[in-house]
């Protein structure tokens, strides 16, 4: 089941999602392997970096909502108990500045690497 909503997730992925998965495939350069729409646990994340344990969620308004919050704060804690860091972008913030937030994710990445 997850892996077929995987499928669906990665051929309909949004405009800010398709736009940072340019910039983190490139980050393959720096020794970082990202997936998209990757099965783990009971949830799909949008990007998963499994050496660097971080999962990048883009997320719409609908997050913002009292529902979405607490789906949110349910899917990050099992994320974190399983050991893995969550960053968080809003969709807008992907589309203004998707060099800033990559930038931002491949510092923390490099982080990982001297940790």
Known sequence: MANERARYLRRNQTDAERK???HLREMK??????RR???IGPYVADFLCYSARIVVEVDGSQHGAEAGLAH???RDAWFEANGYRVL???NDDVRKNVEGV???I?????E???S
């Open 112 to 114: 990982t690497k001297t």
């Open 72 to 74: 949110d704060e349910k």
């Open 29 to 34: 350069h720096d020794g970082f392997h990202f």
């Open 102 to 104: 990559a930038e931002t």
């Open 37 to 39: 729409q990757c099965p």
């Open 88 to 90: 968080r972008y809003w």
């Open 106 to 110: 491949l510092s923390l990445l490099n």
């Open 20 to 22: 940072l998965w340019v």
